[in-house]
């Protein structure tokens, strides 16, 4: 907590103070936790070369995946401190610093991924602003793709059969509320570990979507893969509000324009790999795939509401609501 108070108090130095411009040909870094091939890990390559397009190859990006400048609290910590430029990281770890934002983690918000994206570019935007007084710039959201449970013990076919599994989680309430709602024991634990710690039975499982499973070769080490696609998780591309203030008017229309466009051409490419990825996983015949009755899991994950209704905002949940309409 002291940490985090820190972190807090320097994004409020950060945002108060002017940064000197850019001198020359601009250089930004951004890093994300994934693997280059991930779906996400293709858009951030994407917004790259789109940036270099769009500018004339005045500006640069370059990407750094699978953990190379840290794993995702040390990415926000950089872009606070402005020595990470740009960065894609998840909604769980954003919301330690704007609590509204992990409404896009409560358990089955969305419809379909349509709905996920109108509710994304409208309200998911609003939400965001208050990001920029810490000293974060949210330009778009990307999509790491639906979740579901994968372990090593048995068949998960409803809440029932989760009862006692430790489940791998994300350092989230949300996350580690809706596990416990759902019958499993949730183990908090750093994404750059999950294989190992399953490997080695630290942990019976985990929840993710398919191009993890698939990307990160998960398959390998777990033998029944639930599709319980229990949450729709987005994954943010923010940058540093330091460097944000750095670039010119020009500059930062180039940033937003290729972000919307990237966003758009991975969530569309998102899609598309989720279908390849299962198959592809199946077709190793190392993991059975499981569906499930949706609704008996909709209906365990109830209380998340109930807890984390007044933190995330009723109004904003109402707002994402009136959207499936």
């Known amino acids: ?4 108070i820190t972190i807090m108090f320097v994004a409020f130095l950060v945002v108060t103070m002017s940064v000197p411009a850019f001198a020359g040909k601009v250089v930004l870094k951004l890093g994300h936790i994934a693997e280059p091939v991930h779906p996400y890990g293709q858009g951030a390559e994407k917004f790259a070369e789109l940036v270099k397009e769009k500018s004339g190859g005045d500006i640069i990006v370059k990407v750094f995946p699978s953990s190379q400048l840290g794993g995702q609290k040390d990415l926000i910590e950089g872009l606070i401190y402005g020595t990470i430029d740009m960065a894609l990281v998840g909604t769980a770890v954003l919301g330690q610093f704007q609590p509204q934002i992990s409404l896009f983690d409560m358990p089955f918000l969305f ?24 000293g974060i710039k949210l330009l778009g959201y990307m999509e790491n793709g639906i979740r579901h449970v994968t372990n090593n013990v048995r068949e998960v076919k409803t809440p029932a059969d ?13 996350y580690i509320e809706m596990m416990k709602s759902l019958g499993a024991s949730p183990t908090p634990m750093a994404f750059g570990e999950l294989y190992s710690a399953m490997q080695q039975g630290t942990v019976d ?6 191009a993890h499973i698939w990307t990160k070769r998960f398959f390998e080490v777990q033998k029944y893969a639930s599709k319980t696609a229990h949450s729709y998780a987005p994954e943010p591309l923010v940058m540093s509000m330091i460097s944000w203030g750095r670039l010119d008017a020009k500059q930062q229309q180039v ?16 899609t598309q790999k989720d279908e390849e990825y299962w198959k592809l996983i199946e077709a190793t015949g190392k993991i059975k795939v ?12 109830k209380p998340v509401y109930e807890k984390f209704a007044p933190i995330v905002g009723q109004d904003n949940i109402d707002k994402v609501n009136a959207l499936k309409k």
């Not at 009862?163 to 949300?174: A, D, H």
């Not at 940033?255 to 998102?270: F, P």
């Open 205 to 210: 499982g985990q929840e993710n979507p398919s």
């Open 290 to 301: 499981i569906e499930v009755d949706r609704s008996l899991f909709v209906e365990a994950t």
């Open 255 to 270: 940033i937003m324009d290729a972000a919307k466009e990237a966003v758009a051409w991975q969530r569309d490419l998102s």
């Open 1 to 4: 907590m002291k940490r985090l």
């Open 111 to 134: 419809e379909n991924r349509e709905h996920a994206y109108k509710s994304l570019d409208t309200v998911g935007m609003e939400i965001g602003k208050p990001l920029e007084s810490k």
């Open 162 to 174: 989760m009862q006692g599994l430790k489940i791998r989680v994300m350092t989230n309430k949300i």
